[in-house]
């Protein structure tokens, strides 16, 4: 994995390539109870109203990624991790800064997502980021058992 004292300017967020699939579900698998399959990555690669980047550190490994779709003027922030051991060095941040950017591109006026109750730490990124909690659905996660919240970001105040 990265260097924990390498610096985050030499962080690079791009599109998601399937050539980095092996690193995103590696990643996928060790932070999520239900993670997602390569095949649901390779899916939403097909899909033109999908947009999925990876984050790359200086020795262009993947060290975090975000998948987001778009519907009309909505978007739904589905899929964001950062590798354990590159934590706390402001990818999560890069990486949601680079979806709030998509969305405005694309003209979306609002981004949505779900998150576990316990997950402090996402909330709080999403939060620093204008984030609200606006609904929760109740048992939402399995294993162990949660509520999802839903946050809301708009776009157009």
Not at 46 to 51: D, I
Not at 61 to 79: I, K, S, T
Request: with cysteine.
């Amino acid at each position: 994995m990265a260097d924990p004292g390498s610096s985050p300017s030499a962080l690079r967020i791009r599109p998601l390539v399937k050539a980095d699939l092996p690193e995103v579900t590696t990643i996928e698998e060790a932070c999520f109870a239900a993670p997602w399959s390569e095949q649901t990555f390779r899916n939403l690669l097909r899909r033109p109203n999908a947009c999925l980047l990876s984050a790359l550190d200086e020795n262009e490994r993947v060290v975090g990624y975000a998948a987001v779709w778009f519907a009309g003027r909505a978007g739904e922030l589905g899929d964001l991790a950062v590798a354990s051991a590159a934590r706390r060095r402001g990818i999560g941040t890069r990486l949601v800064e680079a979806v709030l950017s998509e969305a405005r591109l694309r003209g979306a006026r609002q981004i949505i997502l779900d998150v576990r109750e316990g997950n402090r730490s996402a909330q709080s990124l999403y939060r620093g980021h204008g984030f609200d909690v606006v609904g929760r659905r109740p048992r939402y996660y399995a294993g162990p058992t949660e509520d999802a919240l839903i946050m809301r970001r708009l776009l157009i105040r």
